[in-house]
């Protein structure tokens, strides 16, 4: 069982940021490209960003308007989510995943590993 653990969550004011980290087993993650989505109370599981295995491409969905970066380091075997300008329709709970595939990756079914969920709350 793959087990990818998210950190980093809590309540941050609005314009805050925080940064979510999510740790993988080492003898995946440098193969597989890694994905954060989110889901608020009521809502669907939504994409939020991916980044390629290498770390040479990033996607972002739209809402996140350069608000939010994905970054990995292959050496620590973490991804991150960087979040600034965070607004209260952000609070949700964020999840990483992994995918071995290159393409897609906006779509949750892309994904084989998923962690367990980190809970952000912006308060306005």
């Known amino acids: 069982q793959v087990q990818l653990v998210e950190s980093g969550g809590g309540l941050v004011q609005a314009a805050g940021s925080l940064r979510l980290s999510c740790e993988a087993p080492?003898?995946?993650?440098?193969?597989?490209?890694m994905g954060w989505f989110r889901q608020a109370p009521g809502k669907v599981r939504e994409f939020v960003a991916a980044?390629?295995?290498?770390?040479?491409?990033?996607y972002y969905a739209d809402f996140v308007k350069g608000r939010l970066t994905i970054s990995r380091d292959n050496a620590k075997n973490t991804v991150y989510l960087l979040m600034n300008s965070l607004k209260p329709e952000d609070t949700a709970v964020f999840y990483c995943?992994?995918?071995?595939?290159?393409?897609?990756?906006?779509?949750?079914?892309?994904?084989?590993?998923w962690g367990q969920g980190t809970q952000v709350t912006v308060s306005s």
């Open positions: 995943a992994a995918s071995i595939y290159v393409d897609y990756l906006a779509h949750a079914s892309s994904y084989d590993y």
């Open positions: 080492g003898g995946i993650f440098s193969r597989y490209a």
């Open positions: 980044i390629s295995w290498s770390g040479e491409k990033s």
